[in-house]
């Protein structure tokens, strides 16, 4: 029986609601204030829908941190990452397939997986500390600046790609006055924060209530809650046939998850953000394996195709069910942990062998990658 006032769970609700809709009106109003101001598609695309999709993840992380609960701050990050992957990617694939870009093969991901090597190995100590965050933090400044500069040097066939991801992200609030754009932005940071204290507040209590860690519920409802924009970005995108917007969502939200949202943590935080052993032994390696496996998928065909976005999902569904069951002390973690471990090795190693051998294919054949 959970005994929570009888506001905690409409707060739970009114803040998830909050976060989706304050992200909503930030990307809308930042996306259509870049394209007013003459900033290529491209550099929309991919730096204000990425912040845009990651803000509730920062607010949340932030609020956990200054308000003390720093293990919500860290898993709402790798779950949130973990989230992306499997159920995101997995779900989005199921709708319609997703296509993959060689941009993103040869630069996003390798990137996001040398980025989550750092971010386990910063955790190796047991934190997260000030150090730790501001490099993150100048990662995420240097990769930003990246794409900028990139973009400059970008063709007009690569422009128009991205054009797409801007018209969908900015919709009808292109026609509004430039003031109106600038209210979207500040009505949409008013609500993150509003929606971000109310779910940590009544996640912090639930948790309290239940008997179960905060780490758990970072990993599960607050994750969960916050990847609500990237879900629905990418469903939509899927759905619209806009399939490598759905991947490129994805993979660039984590990346600002782990550089800016762990970093900025990591900087507010005093004593640091700590890192368990549970964490280090399960969900941070967690994480590390699902961005590993992204590249012999991708490699395979470029693409996505539905019965891996069925196994994606199926491993996020088994990774809920551990969390909770162990959670719970309960008999079955000792079975279901094993066995899902041993199948998700299994699985990365066949992935990763269909994936060499895609790779020599196109390497033999002289083929362009996408």
């Known amino acids: 029986m959970i005994a929570v006032t009888g506001w905690t769970i409409p707060a739970l609700v009114i803040g998830l609601v909050c976060l989706v809709v304050g992200a909503e009106l930030l990307v809308k109003g930042a996306a259509s204030i870049a394209t007013r101001l003459g900033i290529a598609p491209v550099v929309v695309g991919l730096t204000v829908v990425a912040f845009g999709t990651s803000a509730p993840e920062l607010a949340v992380s932030v ?18 990452n973990i989230g992306n992957i499997l159920l995101i990617l997995g779900a ?37 500390g000030r ?3 501001v490099i993150l933090f100048a990662g995420v400044i240097t990769y930003t600046g990246w794409l900028i500069r990139a973009a400059r040097k970008e063709k007009q066939a690569v422009v128009d790609e ?42 912090t209590d639930i948790a309290t209530d239940l008997g179960v860690s905060d780490l758990v519920i970072g990993l599960t409802v607050v994750a969960i809650g916050t990847s609500l924009p990237e879900l629905a ?24 998850n782990l550089m800016s949202v762990l970093g900025m943590s990591g900087i507010l935080a005093s004593d640091g953000i700590p890192v ?16 590993f496996v992204l590249l012999p998928i991708f490699w395979r065909g470029f693409e996505i195709r539905r019965w891996e976005g069925v196994v ?59």
Do not use: K
């Open 63 to 80: 609020s956990a941190v200054l308000s003390g609960e720093t293990d919500v701050a860290l898993g709402n990050v790798v779950g949130s």
């Open 92 to 128: 989005s694939a199921i709708v319609g397939g997703l296509a993959v870009s060689q941009r993103i093969v040869r630069i996003d991901v390798p990137l996001l997986i040398g980025v989550s090597v750092v971010v386990l190995l910063m955790a190796l100590d047991n934190s997260i």
């Open 131 to 133: 150090i730790d965050g």
């Open 233 to 256: 970005t990418s469903l939509l995108a899927a759905m619209r046939g806009q399939r490598e917007i759905a991947v490129g969502n994805v993979v660039g939200s984590n990346l600002f």
């Open 276 to 291: 368990s052993d549970a964490a280090l032994r399960l969900d941070v390696p967690v994480m590390l394996a699902a961005t």
């Open 162 to 203: 991205f054009a797409t991801a801007n018209e969908a992200v900015e919709g009808s609030a292109v026609e509004r006055p430039l003031w109106g754009l600038v209210l979207f932005v500040v009505a949409g940071l008013v609500v993150l924060v509003v929606g971000s204290q109310l779910l940590v507040n009544s996640a």
């Open 312 to 370: 994606l999902v199926m491993f996020y569904l088994v990774y809920i069910a551990y969390l909770i069951l162990d959670s719970n002390d309960h008999s079955a973690s000792d079975v279901v942990g094993p066995a899902a471990l041993f199948i998700s090795a299994l699985t990365l190693v066949v992935f990763s062998a269909f994936g060499f051998q895609a790779w020599r294919r196109h390497r033999e054949a002289n083929l362009p990658l996408a």
